[in-house]
């Protein structure tokens, strides 16, 4: 199912998949920080949420770009470039992550387009 109406997804401490219920691409370092309001921010990676995205493109055959959230610029890094805000931080339409919160929080996830 695609939403077109703004979607609280609570966001359990420990291990979880979510997924993109848009029509559109998910930036998640798009201008829009307070979805990221409850989320662990942290200059390590070990220390932050974490997200695991699949790249079909990763070669050989596709893997995982996996992001933390850091606490300088409250914008997801990639962990093996972390001074960089990360350009590849995107969910496709229907696409999915793991993703790993320090703590419970509730995510508002505005829909990436205007209505």
Do not use: C
Request: glycine residues 6%.
């Amino acid at each position: 199912m695609v939403y077109d109406t703004p979607q609280n997804l609570a966001i359990p401490a420990g291990l979880s998949v979510l997924a993109n219920p848009y029509a559109a691409p998910l930036d998640l370092n798009r201008p829009a920080e307070s979805e990221w309001s409850g989320a662990t921010a942290a200059v390590l990676p070990t220390l932050a949420d974490n997200i695991w995205i699949w790249n079909p493109d990763k070669q050989p055959g596709g893997g995982y770009e996996v992001f933390f959230l850091h606490s300088s610029t409250h914008k997801w890094h990639r962990i093996d470039a972390p001074n960089l805000v990360a350009s590849a931080a995107v969910l496709p339409v229907g696409g999915g992550a793991f993703y790993s919160a320090r703590q419970p929080y509730v995510n508002p996830l505005p829909r990436p387009y205007p209505r």
